[in-house]
């Protein structure tokens, strides 16, 4: 989490399922990341498959997630190239 974060210190809110509502995880990221507030999104119907506005986001890509695409794909072509961690 601290290599995301520190990659892109502008992020500031971290959406997670219950999975990770634990006080383990909660304590882990605040110790690496102090700055990140976790929403939790809980689910309301179980038993059904239901999409949660907050929980994924794949319908239309924003401006900004599409250059951390090309960003990321840079950088992944860079480190083949030069062998070398960037």
Do not use: H
Not at 33 to 60: A, M, Y
Not at 69 to 84: E, H, Y
């Amino acid at each position: 989490m601290s290599t995301v974060f520190g990659a892109f210190p502008f992020l500031l809110k971290l959406y997670a399922d219950s999975g990770y509502q634990g006080a383990k995880f909660q304590g882990g990221l605040a110790a690496v990341c102090p700055q990140i507030n976790v929403e939790i999104v809980k689910r309301c119907d179980i038993g059904k498959s239901v999409v949660l506005p907050k929980r994924w986001r794949l319908g239309v890509p924003e401006p900004n997630a599409l250059a951390f695409v090309r960003w990321a794909s840079i950088r992944l072509m860079l480190r083949k190239i030069c062998q070398t961690t960037i």
